[in-house]
Each structure stands twice: as structure tokens, then as C-alpha cells.
């Protein structure tokens, strides 16, 4: 069965600082996984996807997310990081089409001045 | 514009009540969804639909129905077998070619005492 581990449930930045955010996966086959935001009490924005070619993924608001097989990672991150990141941030895998995509937890974060 | 609409926002009822959630698309998607998302839990899979009059069970659909007479539209009934049923409701669609990205809707906080 397809899992996703987001080991960081809270994570505080400072304005202007770099952001890695975790996410590890298992799953039998080439997944699909998505970055997912979500404002409080909003629905979740698709930030970016991988499914194949270039492991390295550009998405929107300047995120970014680095495929590994090897780790079975796909972490995200962004180089500085703005007021209006502050968000929950969810990872998620799936084999593509229909098919049911598993969420993790979510990592809530935090942006200080 | 297109977009997954979900009403009403906020949702009051008495328990032992049923109450239907509401969710309807206009980006011409196959495939609906309804996740129930718990603080601490990430989204958990209700019900979804690939096709008009078809559907199955998620991870959690006891006390959960669903029905899908049209595409457009993908009603959630919570009833009075369900527990503890007050949470933030989901309502996503896909289309297979987009590589199983989903797209949300605003959300309906149901609150039952």
C-alpha cells in the first residue's frame, strides 16, 4: 500500500530564509507526487507534480521540489521564503489517472519577521 | 470561470440528523472526490467517482453515502451512523490526463452537536 511521511508537523522560519520541507514515500512502482498548499480553513492549490523526466521541479509561488528513487524523498523547498508562505503544506502520492492518491499529514508553517 | 464550488461553507446540525454536503464542477472532470480532513490527520478518502453513476468506498465511507447523477455534480450525505462526523469536508476532481492531479474546492465545516 502506498504511504507518504511528513516527519515535521510545525516548522518556523524567518522571513527571507530558505525552506526545506520533508517528505518521504513508499510506493511499488514510478509514483506520481504532488506539493500541495493549503490557507487555513481553504481548500488545497496544487504547488507543482512529478511523474516523470527531470527530477528537479519547478512549480509556482518560486517552489521547488527534488525527485530521489534512491531516498524515496520528494522534498520541497524554496530559497526565500515570504510572509504569505505561511501555509500547511501537504505531499502526496499516486499511480496517476483515477487512481486514489494518499495524502500525509501536513507540515504547518510558520513565518516570523 | 472554472472551478469546483462547494456549499455552504459553514454547516450546523443536530445529532442524529442527516445532512448532504454540496459539490459541483464546471471543468468538465470525470472523476469527483470527497476527503474528510481532521487536525493532525491530513485528508482521508470518503468516496470517489471515475464515471456518472458509478462509484466506491474510500478509507473511511461507514456512515458516509454519496451519489453521481451528473458530472457536474457529487452531493456527500453524512448520517446519523456516522460517529463522530463533525470536521472540514473536501471536494476535489480530476482529469486522467492531467496525471492524477486534483483540484479542490473551498471546503464545508460541518459542526454537529
Known amino acids: 500500500a502506498q504511504s507518504v511521511t511528513q516527519p515535521d508537523i510545525h516548522i518556523t522560519v524567518s522571513e527571507g530564509a530558505s525552506l526545506e520541507l520533508r517528505c518521504n514515500y513508499s510506493?511499488?512502482?514510478?509514483?506520481?507526487l504532488f506539493w500541495y498548499v493549503q490557507s487555513p480553513g481553504q481548500g488545497l492549490q496544487l504547488l507543482l507534480k512529478y511523474f516523470s523526466g527531470d527530477t528537479l521541479v519547478q512549480g509556482i509561488k518560486g517552489f521547488e521540489a527534488e525527485f530521489k528513487r534512491s531516498q524515496s524523498s520528494f522534498n520541497l523547498r524554496k530559497p526565500s521564503v515570504h510572509w504569505s508562505d505561511a501555509a500547511e503544506y501537504f505531499c502526496a502520492v499516486g499511480s496517476g489517472g483515477y487512481q486514489k492518491v494518499t495524502f500525509g499529514t501536513g507540515t504547518k508553517l510558520q513565518v516570523i519577521p | 470561470d472554472g472551478g469546483i464550488t462547494q456549499s455552504p461553507k459553514y454547516l450546523f446540525r443536530k445529532e442524529g440528523q442527516n445532512v448532504t454536503l454540496s459539490c459541483e464542477q464546471n471543468l468538465n472532470h470525470d472523476a469527483m472526490y470527497w476527503y474528510r480532513q481532521d487536525p493532525g490527520q491530513g485528508l482521508r478518502l470518503i468516496y470517489y467517482s471515475q464515471i456518472v453513476n458509478d462509484f466506491q468506498k474510500g478509507d473511511i465511507a461507514e456512515g458516509y453515502s454519496v451519489s453521481r447523477e451528473k458530472k457536474e455534480s457529487f452531493p456527500l450525505t453524512v448520517t446519523s451512523a456516522q460517529k463522530n462526523p463533525t470536521a472540514f469536508y473536501l471536494c476535489?476532481?480530476?482529469?486522467?490526463?492531467?496525471?492524477?492531479?486534483?483540484?479542490f474546492g473551498p471546503g464545508t465545516r460541518l459542526t454537529v452537536t
Open positions: 476535489a476532481s480530476s482529469i486522467s490526463n492531467q496525471g492524477g492531479e486534483q483540484y
Open positions: 510506493y511499488g512502482a514510478t509514483p506520481y
